[in-house]
């Protein structure tokens, strides 16, 4: 049985898309207009309203029926589908893919990411390297279900105001943090957004970032690594690709790198920098 990988746009991955693969789009909305995320506005042009505008956009989940009409699609083309959302602590997207699927008995199966970004296109490339691999339907959902808790999403961001602006932080502790330069270390971790520590200073965030990595236990480099930026330049992750290359040098050729859209660079705002692994620890 062939078998089809379907997500949502939560998950920043670009096209071209692989052909197995399937991308359905989330709303943005800004004031009174709506976008289809991927579709009708690309990361770029997000990031360019981000910062002209005076308040947040919001992000809708994906309806059940738009769910429902993709299964379908791909049940009458003789395939089986593995659905890898965004995580349902932080969208309802993942509730949306259950309802769509209830009429598929055994020919659909979702999968919580328990993450986001660049975090769920680990998981998601994670998918496809089983699919290709040759693994059964099942098999590869067991294995997703299982190795979906070793992935690690750790970010440094640049500023605080969007944090603020969401109603994350106070004004005042964004004041302060702007004064001193403060820069958060963030994850996803149990399927929400955690600050992890905080640096004075770009040199400082970046090593505490490193060292993130490495209570993880190191990065397992036989599975997807991926590294996001958000912003309109990716300057800021190439300077520390090439800090940081102590940890990638011997174990990889290339990187991959992935500019990381509006759901979470809605709250966290330009200038951040991530990294996504299956963690070689326990």
Known sequence: ????????????????????????????????????????????????????????????????????????????????????????????????????????????????????????????????????????????????????????????????????KGGRISKAAAMAGSLLSIKPVIAIQCGEVAILGKARGSKQGNNLLAEQIRQTGGIDFEKPFVLGYTGLSDAILQKYIKDHESFWKSSVDGLETSSVGGTIGTHIGPGAIGVAFFSAGD
Not at 26 to 37: K, P, Q, V, Y
Not at 127 to 133: F, I, S
Not at 140 to 156: G, H, N, P, T, Y
């Open 1 to 164: 049985m062939n078998i089809r990988i379907i997500t949502d746009s939560g998950c920043d991955m670009l096209p071209p898309y692989a052909p197995n693969l399937t991308v359905l789009p989330l709303t943005i909305t800004f004031g009174e207009e709506s976008f289809l995320d991927g579709v009708e506005l690309d990361h770029h042009r997000f990031y360019e309203k981000l910062i002209e505008g005076e308040e947040l956009p919001t992000t809708s989940q994906i309806a059940p029926a738009a769910f429902e009409e993709a299964f379908q699609r791909a049940v009458d083309a003789g395939e089986a589908v593995v659905c890898v959302t965004l995580s349902s602590k932080l969208s309802g997207t993942y509730q949306s893919a259950c309802i769509g699927a209830e009429g598929f008995g055994g020919k659909v199966r979702v999968v919580d990411s328990e993450n986001a970004s660049i975090g769920q296109h680990a998981l998601v490339e994670y998918a496809l390297r089983l699919k290709d691999a040759g693994l059964g339907f099942e098999e590869i959902v067991e294995r997703l279900e299982a190795d979906k808790k070793r992935i690690r999403l750790i970010a440094l961001l640049d500023t605080l105001e969007y944090l603020k």
